[in-house]
């Protein structure tokens, strides 16, 4: 594929047609061209003299309709060039396995298709200066058709890649094992089909975006462009109407039309959603460049390819790959499906494997594996790529703020590609005993986690001997690290005073979501166990153990069967308390708990004893953090009132604004049949409504809004130390910079948390914004129309106003429940501000400032008032 797809991610109209010219000019000679000379099986199982195009293939199958209106306006070989794009996207080596999901590919196919035709009866839409890359389906020429024939094209396209021999489905056994009900009690096992490529996927072209050689575009309005002159400004501004980043701004491409972009330029991850109406950004008309100009501070640091790990990694690859810290290299260039072939009949040929393990188990382990070993290849080949170049990472931001870097080889990565990228620029020359501590110090915290930067140091010391005796020393050593690639980047420099203020350092904020839940609700004993108020005993905090040790105390007083208590005792550690309750912050649900005890119990525990230990987890979480609990209560129950209401939930920070409408999804069932084997597939689809989803609204809304006060308080964190002329780069929580700085980033974190004031305040103003705001304009009467939001809210006020809003024409069922909901929103309310507030406020006539900010003023001062601090450590 040549050098342009590659090193795009999008796919214009042009060079789709150039991508279709090219394989028609290759059926008249396969030989005399040389441009596919990579990718000639590919090709070849496309394309050929006596095979029928895939436009022929879906003359004869899809319904005249749809041919007509769709496919009729196609070029010979439109459709080989977009399944060759849809692979590229779909198999890339950044994905998570090697295989995709049937139900995936057969939407990717149709969806693209559909994108495609629209584009060509929309050719006012396909100008270079065009506002937004939507397809709008309200225009002229949009095609559209029946819910019945959705997924046709995308069907019928994987049976002409099917029949092509290009790829075949495999059926995978679903992990719960499920049985789906139909009608007459009928029903069936729930199975995952994937489709897997039958050629060695090294030969598809990948569509990733990639570090930019020269600075990134500034991120500006649209109405900034001078050239744009007849651009309409709309108010108010949203994030799609901001531009920069790469170079390069094709519109109406069929990558926007997956990602949910109608950005001209480049890419935001709205999630969720196929309409960005659903997501998206307000920008404050006074603010918004502050947000740019941190945006563009952080996209115009440089960096270059640590050549001293890229070395070392090329010199020592077998002995990597023999210790397991790299994948066998051979392994990225496997067929997939031959692999697969001889797996299955090794398993069948071994009596002893089959009763400790399915197929299914393995031939998804082979795939992760392969992916594994791809993603590895492609990194340490672009690293090579860019050694000796200096490199930019573009910013982009997804709806809640959160800022992200786009494609590959970036610190969002794996372990392997952070190992490889350090600082450009070097602020500051020369190097002290400090300086070389503090790398030593970082290295340690690669290796595991210590409670004392002076633990780090002497520990890395005393291993000093191991370490260095020589590089398979190092390997050895460094398998048994939780980083093992950034631990020996840093060892290898450790010795190089030249490069210590090029080295990045990373800190990483102590359970941020928890950090930020002390914060709202002013939790003393939360706020130490999370380092953002220093603990007396001067040692970093885990607020994880803290939990773990808890939990067993917990158990051992609901669980009277000891061997059960041994059992689960038994893999009861630290990374088990992390997915159970650091995810409970953001809604995460019993089932989930249970899939993740039952993946770390496996047989050791039934089904029912897993779903048992998944309740007493929520149930000690309940006991433990009742404010917690009544927090998340409030925020869910704001949402609930807003889904009723046919509203988004918007959440507000000085800098934006922004919004989650989460919309419905039905199931439809449609059947790929394979003509070779004459079988036929149920594919199971989830298709968007216009709907609001009420449960994925409330379940999602505590989630959203502690991310977008994380992507706040990284921002801050940025904005400041761009101030002070520091290289830096985020990856949400987690903050990295060199040397000369690291001091300073911890204290700059905890004063953003006070700078942002009583929390009180803050969740006021959600209020105020989702239900007050719309009392104020829908309800025209005498009750009072504003209330001071820097004091609680009386209960009465509270009331009125959500009565107001229930339509006077509901049934009374509805009536009923509604006013159930107000009455818990109420009491939530007055928990939440009785936790924030002096306990006197409640029942007080006397709202004083004094009252209201007794316990803010007492929290204020621990934070302010710290020997040590560890909000944020290595």
């Not at 359970?511 to 040692?539: C, F, V, W």
Request: positive net charge; glycine residues 2%.
């Amino acid at each position: 594929m040549d050098k342009k797809l590659n090193n795009t991610m999008d796919l214009s109209e042009k060079e789709l047609y150039e991508l279709q010219k090219r394989i028609e000019d290759i059926t008249i000679n396969f030989d005399e061209y040389s441009i596919f000379n990579e990718t000639p099986n590919l090709i070849k199982l496309l394309v050929g003299k006596d095979l029928i195009s895939a436009k022929s293939y879906l003359y004869k199958y899809l319904p005249k309709d749809i041919y007509n209106s769709t496919i009729d306006q196609f070029g010979q070989y439109t459709l080989e060039a977009i399944i060759i794009y849809v692979l590229g996207l779909l198999y890339n080596s950044i994905q998570e396995s090697s295989v995709v999901r049937v139900s995936t590919l057969v939407d990717r196919l149709d969806s693209t298709v559909r994108t495609q035709a629209n584009i060509i009866n929309n050719k006012n839409m396909v100008s270079s200066t065009a506002t937004s890359s939507r397809v709008d389906s309200s225009k002229e020429g949009y095609i559209k058709h029946k819910k019945s024939t959705k997924y046709e094209i995308g069907k019928r396209l994987l049976e002409f890649m099917i029949d092509r021999k290009l790829l075949h489905i495999e059926t995978f056994a679903a992990d719960d094992k499920k049985a789906v009900v139909k009608k007459k009690g009928k029903g069936y096992l729930e199975s995952n089909l994937f489709a897997v490529c039958n050629f060695d996927l090294s030969l598809i072209p990948l569509k990733l975006n990639l570090p930019m050689v020269c600075k990134p575009l500034n991120w500006e309005h649209i109405s900034e462009k001078q050239f744009l002159f007849d651009f309409e400004i709309r108010k108010p501004f949203v994030l799609s109407d901001m531009i920069g980043g790469y170079l390069s701004c094709p519109t109406l491409d069929i990558y926007n039309s997956f990602r949910l972009n109608s950005s001209l330029n480049n890419r935001f991850s709205l999630i969720s959603s196929r309409n960005l109406s659903n997501f998206n950004i307000e920008l404050e008309d006074d603010r918004y460049k502050e947000m740019c100009n941190i945006l563009n501070g952080l996209q115009k640091q440089g960096f270059k390819i640590n050549n001293k790990i890229l070395e070392f990694i090329k010199n020592n690859r077998a002995t990597l790959e023999k210790v397991g810290l790299l994948m066998p290299g051979i392994l990225a260039h496997v067929n997939l499906k031959d692999a697969y072939d001889l797996l299955r009949i090794k398993y069948y040929l071994n009596k002893d494997i089959k009763k400790v393990c399915s197929l299914s188990v393995l031939l998804k382990e082979l795939a992760n594996r392969v992916q594994t070993a791809r993603y590895q290849d492609l990194i340490i080949r672009l690293a090579s790529a860019y050694e000796d170049y200096v490199f930019y990472l573009p910013a982009f931001m997804d709806f809640r703020g959160r800022i992200y870097r786009s494609g590959i080889l970036h610190f969002h990565e794996r372990d392997l590609a952070r190992s490889l990228i350090v600082f450009a620029n070097n602020h500051q020359e020369g190097s002290n005993q400090s300086a070389k501590d503090i790398v030593a110090s970082s290295a340690a915290f690669k290796y595991k986690k210590f409670y004392l930067y002076d633990d780090a140091l002497q520990w890395y010391k005393e291993k000093q001997s191991l370490i260095y005796a020589s590089d398979e020393s190092l390997i050895s050593f460094a398998k048994g690290a939780s980083d093992p690639f950034q631990f020996i980047a840093k060892v290898l420099c450790y010795d190089r005073v030249q490069e210590y203020n090029r080295i990045p350092i990373t800190q990483d904020a102590a359970a941020s979501a928890y950090q930020i839940m002390s914060y709202l609700l002013l939790n003393e004993e939360m706020a130490r166990r999370t380092n953002l108020i220093p603990h007396p005993d001067g040692k970093i905090q885990d607020v994880y153990m803290y939990l773990l040790y808890d939990f067993k105390e917990f158990l051992h007083h609901r669980i009277n069967d000891k061997l059960q208590m041994e059992i689960i005792e038994s893999k009861l550690d630290r990374k088990l308390i992390k997915s159970l309750f650091m995810p409970l912050i953001y809604g995460k649900t019993l089932i989930s708990m249970e899939k993740d005890i039952r993946l770390k119990y496996g047989e050791l525990l039934s089904r029912k004893d897993s779903y048992n230990l998944a309740k007493l987890s929520n149930e000690f979480w309940i006991h433990k953090y009742p404010d917690i609990v009544n927090f998340m209560k409030l925020i869910t129950i704001i949402s609930w009132f807003c889904s009723v209401m046919d509203r988004a939930v918007v959440y507000s920070i000085p800098y934006f604004t922004t919004k989650q409408d989460y919309m419905s999804f039905v199931k439809e069932e449609i059947m790929v049949y394979e003509r070779t084997s004459k079988k036929r597939r149920r594919v199971t689809l989830s298709v968007p409504t216009m709907k609001r989803d009420k449960r994925k609204t409330q379940s999602s809304a505590c989630a959203n809004f502690i991310h977008q006060k994380d992507a706040y308080i990284a921002m801050k964190v940025v904005e400041s130390l761009l101030r002070e002329g520091a290289p830096i780069y985020t990856v949400h929580d987690n903050f990295i910079t060199t040397l000369p700085y690291v001091r300073i980033v911890p204290d700059i974190y905890t004063k953003v948390f006070i700078n942002m004031g009583p929390p009180l305040k803050i969740i006021n103003e959600f209020i105020r914004i989702n239900l007050i705001k719309s009392y104020t304009r829908d309800i025209n009467n005498s009750s009072p129309l504003y209330y001071n939001h820097n004091y609680p809210m009386p209960s009465d006020y509270l009331t009125e106003i959500l009565n107001s809003l229930l339509p006077d024409n509901s049934p009374t069922k509805d009536k009923m429940k509604w006013k159930k909901k107000v009455s818990d929103f109420v009491q939530y309310y007055n928990n939440y501000v009785d936790a924030v507030c002096s306990n006197q406020v409640i029942d007080s006539e006397d709202l004083s400032p004094f009252l209201i900010q007794e316990k803010w003023n007492k929290f204020k001062k621990l934070l302010e008032n710290r020997s040590h601090n560890y909000s944020v450590h290595y």
